[in-house]
């Protein structure tokens, strides 16, 4: 049976929902069902999500397990009556932070600092990823800071966004096509940017399976494409001496930060 979670929140809930989903993947063997409550702001809302958490409690027969990021103590308390496992962020890391620094906390619901210079990078870098994506537009690459090559399905387009998101970094992808592995070579739009080139691979059993959902039973799906593909391309990595990365059990965040730990990309926001 999956074990039911509840992510909630007085905001939006992503910070809840990013605490939660890494401490949950330290039980990879188990599945959770899981449901995001944001804006849990009022007593009211708090009773409403009380009355969500015993329904599951009930249907399931155990308790489900509650993270929440709540500020304000009556909304919290009214949280902790659930028939739910309760781990609270603020009560578990402010009380410490509040006596190691010496300042009272400010207790703002939905409290979010907005950096003007910072969003604008982001919201940049996000326009970026989407107009240089899968090689629609090369001429832009010279404001690229890093340009993700692989083969079809591989994950780039995933991975650009999320380097535009967290990190502000402008980042293009280029599929290496089977006419471009055919030459055993990079494309003359590459070629001009080989220092910003950084390389995408993934195991042939998982391409071919990422394939089929898309295009099921097809020559482009098919088991021998996959491993010619990723052949050639790997050979291509090695003979331009570009480094690369095996993403085939990786997230999308890990694969972010371990391109940024490899190429010595430089975060354009905190």
Same mark, same amino acid.
């Given at each position: 049976?999956?074990?039911s979670v509840f992510f909630i929140s007085d905001g939006t809930g992503i910070t809840a929902e990013?605490?939660?989903?890494?401490?949950?993947?330290?039980?990879?063997?188990?599945?959770?069902?899981?449901?995001?409550? !944001?804006?849990?702001?009022? !007593?009211?809302r708090a009773h409403d999500a009380v009355r969500k958490i015993n329904a599951v409690a009930a249907e399931d027969g155990v308790k489900p397990i509650?993270?929440?990021? /709540?500020?304000?103590?009556?909304?919290?308390k009214i949280i902790a009556n659930a028939n739910g496992c309760m781990f609270?962020?603020?009560?578990?890391?402010?009380?410490?932070?509040e006596e190691e620094l010496g300042v009272k906390p400010n207790n703002t619901v939905g409290k979010h600092t907005v950096d003007t210079l910072a969003y604008k990078t %982001? /919201?940049?870098?996000?326009?970026?990823?989407?107009?240089?994506?899968?090689?629609?537009?090369t001429r832009h690459y010279d404001s690229a800071d890093v340009i993700l090559v692989g083969v079809s399905r591989s994950g780039k387009t995933?991975?650009?966004?999320?380097?535009?998101?967290?990190?502000?970094? %402008?980042?293009?992808?280029?599929?290496?096509?089977?006419?471009?592995?055919?030459g055993e070579t990079l494309p003359k739009a590459l070629k001009e940017h080989k220092n910003k080139l950084f390389g995408l691979m993934i195991d042939a059993e998982r391409l071919t399976a990422i394939r089929n959902e898309r295009k099921a039973n097809s %020559?482009?799906?098919?088991?021998?494409?996959?491993?010619?593909e990723l052949r050639a391309i790997e050979s291509i990595y090695r003979s331009e001496n570009l480094k690369y990365l095996n993403v085939s059990e990786m997230s999308v965040e890990e694969i972010a930060t371990r391109i940024i730990q490899m190429s010595g990309l430089k975060r354009r926001i905190n």
């Open positions: 049976m999956n074990r990013t605490l939660g989903h890494s401490l949950l993947a330290q039980f990879g063997s188990l599945k959770f069902d899981q449901f995001t409550l !944001p804006y849990v702001d009022s !007593p009211e509650i993270i929440d990021t /709540i500020v304000d103590k009556t909304v919290r609270d962020v603020f009560e578990t890391f402010v009380g410490k932070l %982001r /919201i940049d870098a996000v326009h970026f990823a989407l107009d240089n994506d899968d090689g629609a537009r995933p991975t650009c966004i999320y380097l535009a998101m967290q990190f502000g970094i %402008r980042a293009a992808n280029y599929p290496l096509t089977e006419d471009d592995l055919d %020559r482009y799906a098919s088991a021998q494409q996959c491993q010619q």
